[in-house]
Nanobody
Framework: QVQLVESGGGLVQAGGSLRLSCAASGRTFNSYAMGWFRQAPGKKRDFVAAINWSGHNTYYADSVKGRFTISRNNAKNTVYLQMNSLKPEDTAVYYC????????????????WGQGTQVTVSS
């Protein structure tokens, strides 16, 4: 069982940066692939980024590639999402998720979810 708690969301102007954190409970954090997803009002939850258990392999949605960076610190049971050059269309609730095995890009592949953190980018 893994419990996830996101933090770091907030209000930022376009072009600014935020770093989201996701703290995980449990002693087996380093056996899970981690993902970040986001959901804007009235839209489905979309894949943003994912990382394998070691941190050596990362994956990104085309819309964030080159602007966002996912990373993890297994000693701290934490995964991060560094978001640079933010745009108003990045406004959403951001969720982290965990799954056993390889990283995935679909919501149904993840077993554990955090409660989400709001990111609002003003123009």
């Amino acid at each position: 069982q893994v419990q996830l708690v996101e933090s770091g969301g907030g209000l930022v102007q376009a072009g600014g940066s935020l770093r989201l954190s996701c703290a995980a409970s449990g002693r087996t954090f380093n056996s899970y692939a981690m993902g970040w997803f986001r959901q804007a009002p009235g839209k489905k939850r979309d894949f943003v980024a994912a990382i394998n258990w070691s941190g050596h392999n990362t994956y990104y949605a085309d819309s964030v590639k080159g602007r966002f960076t996912i990373s993890r610190n297994n000693a701290k049971n934490t995964v991060y999402l560094q978001m640079n050059s933010l745009k108003p269309e990045d406004t959403a609730v951001y969720y982290c998720a965990a799954r056993s095995g390889a990283p995935a890009t679909t919501t149904s592949d993840y077993n554990y979810w955090g409660q989400g953190t709001q990111v609002t980018v003003s123009s």
